[in-house]
């Protein structure tokens, strides 16, 4: 008698996409609420009573630390979302590592909200050095275990599928490990101007979110 495990290869690669895409869909709607969270974060300003239109103009400007963390933070979580999509392309099932990984992952881009708030709050104070390390130091983080998320099913070519030329991984692997020593770099400015190390997260947001074409897929970079 056949047991559960002997499925069909047809049925079995059906069940094994369902794996993967059942992955992808909560980490779509992961990433759409930190994302979402960014924005809950800038408030409209308060007018006392007798102010006017220019009071609420210079009020507006004031939140540049606001628009700025937000601006950097929706570019770099939207590299994330853009990369992920890409890379589940190449995985042909999932494991218990991979959804650990994946779920680690996740928990770094559900918290980017609290830096990006930490930082709109004391950028331009006295502050605003100790809110630059801990927003750079948790993208650090994070490229880190992305770069693990690409890492393990890559390894030996556990999950991925076996189409896919090995020089095509190879590439794509150089382009993520620049990641963390890049953010780790950018974060340590901090220590000499905040300012100056929250410009280098914004280029390096505008670098990354242009496509990077390696065999014919389009990858961008974290």
Request: aromatic letters at 12%; proline letters at 7%; glycine letters at 6%.
């Amino acid at each position: 008698m056949p047991s559960m495990n002997d499925q069909p290869p047809e049925r079995a690669s059906t069940d094994n996409s369902r794996d993967t895409d059942r992955v992808e869909a909560f980490s779509d709607g992961v990433i759409a609420i930190a994302i979402t969270l960014l924005i809950i974060e800038i408030r409209p300003p308060h007018l006392e009573a007798g102010e006017g239109a220019g009071d609420l103009v210079r009020a507006l400007g004031d939140l540049w630390p606001n628009y700025v963390g937000y601006l950097i933070s929706f570019l770099t979580i939207g590299i994330m979302w853009i990369n992920h999509h890409n890379i589940f392309r190449f995985f042909v099932r999932t494991d218990p590592w991979l959804i650990a990984l994946n779920t680690l992952f996740l928990l770094c881009v559900g918290f980017i909200p609290f830096p990006t708030a930490l930082l709109a709050e004391y950028l331009g104070d006295p502050g605003a050095r100790v809110a630059t390390l801990v927003y750079g130091g948790w993208f650090t983080v994070t490229a880190v275990v992305y770069n693990l998320l690409w890492w393990y099913p890559t390894h030996k070519r556990r999950l991925i599928d076996p189409t896919v030329a090995q020089p095509v991984l190879d590439a794509i692997s150089r382009r993520f490990r620049l990641g963390p020593p890049i953010y780790l770099l950018a974060t340590l400015l901090a220590l000499v101007s905040a300012e100056l190390s929250i410009a280098v997260h914004f280029l390096l947001a505008l670098f990354y979110f242009l496509p990077y074409r390696q065999g014919g897929v389009a990858e961008a970079s974290v």
